[in-house]
C-alpha cells in the first residue's frame, strides 16, 4: 500500500521530558498504535463481526441457491495475545521500530495462523459447489480472517508514515544506519540485506509439532537483540525527533483518530450480538 505523505508547513515540537525520554516516546507510540489498529478486545470483536458477515452471507446466498453450505469454524486469531503483543512492535521496518519486543509478535501471528489453517478455513482441495465461488465474491472478503479495517483512516494512520519519511532525512540518522550493517557482521556475524527487515523476519518459523520451532523462535530473538544494539545510535536520534512531534501529529489527526476510535466501539457493541 501506498501512503501520501503530508507533511506540515510548520512544526511545533513537544515540550517536556517526554519528547526527549525514548521509553516514553516509545510507550507513547504504543498507545496511539492501539488506538488506530485496535485493542485486543476490539479486533476479536471485529473479527468476529465479519466472520458472521462473511460465513452468514454466504451461507444465505447458497440457500437462495437452493445449495447446502458448512460454515467455517470460527477460529479466534487474537486468542493468545494481549494488549501488549500490539503495541508499535517490530511489523514496520522503521528505525523508530520497537527495541523491546524481539520477536514475538511474529511468533504469535504464526502460531495462530497455523491454528487457522488446521481449522480448514484454506482447504479448496474439493471442487467448490456451484454457485459457491460467486456467493464468496459478494462478500467481499474470501475469508473472514482479512477483514477490511473499521475506517478507511486507520490505514492512512497506521505506521506513522509521514513521521518515518521525516526520520528518514534525518542526517544524524542516515549516518547511523550507514554504520548498521558493519556493526551486525562484526558484533553478530550477520550479513544486512538491502532491506533491513528481510534480516529480522529470514528465519522460517514451522509451528508446533514441528521439532525446529523452539531453535527458531531463538533464531528470531538473537538476531532482533542484535538488531537493537546496532540500531541504537540512528534509534535515539529517531525517537527524539518522533518524539518532538507527535503532539503536533496527534493534534492534526484528532477528527480522524476520533472517527477510528468511534468505529473500533461499534465493532465491539455489534461483537455483543453473537455468541462463540
Known amino acids: 500500500m501506498i501512503w501520501a505523505l503530508v507533511l506540515a508547513g510548520t512544526v511545533s515540537p513537544a515540550v517536556g521530558a517526554e519528547a526527549s525520554d525514548p521509553a516514553a516516546v516509545a510507550a507513547r507510540l504504543d498507545r496511539l498504535t492501539l488506538e488506530i489498529s485496535g485493542n485486543v478486545v476490539e479486533r476479536r470483536a471485529h473479527l468476529l463481526v465479519n466472520y458472521h458477515r462473511v460465513e452468514g452471507g454466504i451461507e444465505a446466498c447458497m440457500r437462495v441457491l437452493g445449495k447446502p453450505y458448512q460454515r467455517h469454524p470460527y477460529v479466534d486469531f487474537y486468542r493468545d495475545f494481549s494488549d501488549a503483543d500490539l503495541g508499535f512492535g517490530t511489523g514496520y521496518g522503521t528505525v523508530f521500530d520497537s527495541l523491546t519486543d524481539r520477536g514475538r509478535i511474529q511468533a504469535l501471528n504464526e502460531l495462530a495462523a497455523a491454528r487457522v489453517w488446521e481449522s480448514g478455513l484454506y482447504d479448496y482441495a474439493t471442487p467448490p459447489p456451484p454457485g459457491l465461488d460467486n456467493c464468496r465474491e459478494r462478500f467481499g472478503n474470501r475469508d473472514y480472517q482479512d477483514p477490511d479495517p473499521p475506517h478507511p483512516a486507520v490505514d ?36 544486512v540485506p538491502g532491506a533491513r527487515i528481510d534480516l529480522l523476519y529470514a528465519p522460517r518459523l514451522d509451528p508446533p509439532p514441528n521439532p525446529g520451532w523452539d531453535e527458531a523462535v531463538a533464531e528470531i530473538a538473537a538476531v ?29 489527526h484528532r477528527s480522524a483518530l476520533d472517527a477510528i476510535r468511534a468505529a473500533w466501539r461499534q465493532r465491539v457493541t455489534e461483537a455483543k450480538r453473537y455468541h462463540n
Open 224 to 252: 532482533h537483540a542484535a538488531d537493537a544494539d546496532c540500531r541504537r545510535p540512528a534509534y535515539d536520534i529517531a525517537v527524539r525527533i518522533v518524539g518532538e512531534r507527535l503532539d503536533d501529529w496527534e493534534r492534526r
Open 156 to 191: 492512512e494512520l497506521s505506521g506513522f508514515t509521514e513521521l518515518a519519511e521525516i526520520v528518514n532525512r534525518d542526517p544524524g540518522v542516515r549516518d547511523g544506519m550507514r554504520r548498521y550493517p558493519k556493526c551486525m557482521k562484526q558484533r553478530y556475524g550477520y550479513d
